[in-house]
């Protein structure tokens, strides 16, 4: 197979996925090394689609019509984190990613993509079992969430919740 089929085939892979998909397995599924489908990702990219590369691996951004994105600014301490993300989830937020603004690098972005409780949970036991530091450690607790909501009353609820948590900074 050539690489422009190869690279149809994960395109396809990505859209028709309700999963993200790993580049490991794509790669041997393909035949390839992970090397070669993250250069055939980036290639992917540069024509124009939207892949986003997660911890679970690799989605295509799907831009709803219907769906409202909002970037929240948020402050709380490390061991508030899952009570953050269950409360966005818990009234439907997709948490797409956490960002925060480093004085040497600038901004940074982490992808999250976590869409149920199930997921925050995943997150929850990644950051304990491999003793990592959230992002919010290196800015005391300050770092944004860009989240989609599928209504206005969504949205709504989730940033009251999370104002009478004291998680808020601004809407």
């Known amino acids: 197979m050539n690489s422009k089929d190869r690279r149809k085939l994960i395109k396809d892979f990505l859209y028709e996925s309700q999963e993200p998909l790993k580049g490991e397995n794509l790669a041997k599924n393909l035949g390839v090394?992970?090397?070669?489908?993250?250069?055939?990702?980036?290639?992917?990219?540069?024509?124009?689609?939207?892949i986003i590369a997660t911890p679970k691996g690799y989605i295509i951004s799907e831009d709803k019509k219907n769906s409202i994105r909002k970037v929240l600014a948020l402050k709380h301490k490390p061991e508030e984190i899952e009570d953050e993300l269950e409360t966005i989830i818990k009234f439907g937020g997709i948490i797409e990613d956490v960002?925060?603004?480093?004085?040497?690098?600038?901004?940074?972005?982490g992808m999250l993509m976590i869409k149920t409780l199930y997921d925050v949970q995943n997150f929850v036991n990644k950051v304990n079992r491999y003793d990592s530091e959230p992002l919010l450690i290196l800015t005391g607790g300050v770092h944004l969430h860009t989240i989609t909501v599928e209504s206005k009353d969504a949205l709504d609820n989730i940033i009251t919740e999370l104002k009478n948590k004291n998680y808020l900074i601004s809407d």
């Open 33 to 50: 090394t992970r090397q070669i489908i993250v250069k055939d990702i980036a290639i992917l990219r540069a024509s124009g689609i939207k």
């Open 99 to 109: 960002i925060i603004e480093h004085r040497l690098y600038g901004e940074i972005r």
